[in-house]
Nanobody, 125 residues
Framework: QVQLVESGGGLVQTGDSLRLSCAAS????????MAWFRQVPGKEREFAAG????????RYADSVKGRFTIARDNVENTMYLQMNNLKPEDTAVYYC??????????????????WGQGIQVTVSS
């Protein structure tokens, strides 16, 4: 079965960096656009960053643009999110998601086919 497993989260201070990883199995990784969403209690899951199945196109939420970088390795079946200059408002559970061969990188959660279990990122002030 399809598995998306996030790793790399944790507790950091304002201005620090973290790198999240999402290891995929059970699917043809290179056929899926991949994305990171995040969610805080009481709020809807929001799009943070996405990368096309070829890796040639990326998309970022305005709130993370210039600070986060998304990447993927279609040989290792892994996606990454490099998060720099972290802020307390970045605190959330981060989810990895896979979207089968869309025409564009979509920012709508219900369009995604598979999800990871989520990983906590906490940024203290």
């Amino acid at each position: 079965q399809v598995q998306l497993v996030e790793s790399g989260g944790g507790l950091v201070q304002t201005g620090d960096s973290l790198r999240l990883s999402c290891a995929a199995s059970g699917l043809t990784f290179s056929q899926y656009t991949m994305a990171w969403f995040r969610q805080v209690p009481g709020k809807e899951r929001e799009f943070a960053a996405g990368i096309s199945w070829t890796g040639s196109s990326t998309r970022y939420a305005d709130s993370v643009k210039g600070r986060f970088t998304i990447a993927r390795d279609n040989v290792e079946n892994t996606m990454y999110l490099q998060m720099n200059n972290l802020k307390p408002e970045d605190t959330a559970v981060y989810y990895c998601a896979a979207d089968y061969l869309p025409a564009t990188v979509r920012d709508v959660a219900h369009r995604y086919d598979y999800w990871g279990q989520g990983i906590q990122v906490t940024v203290s002030s």
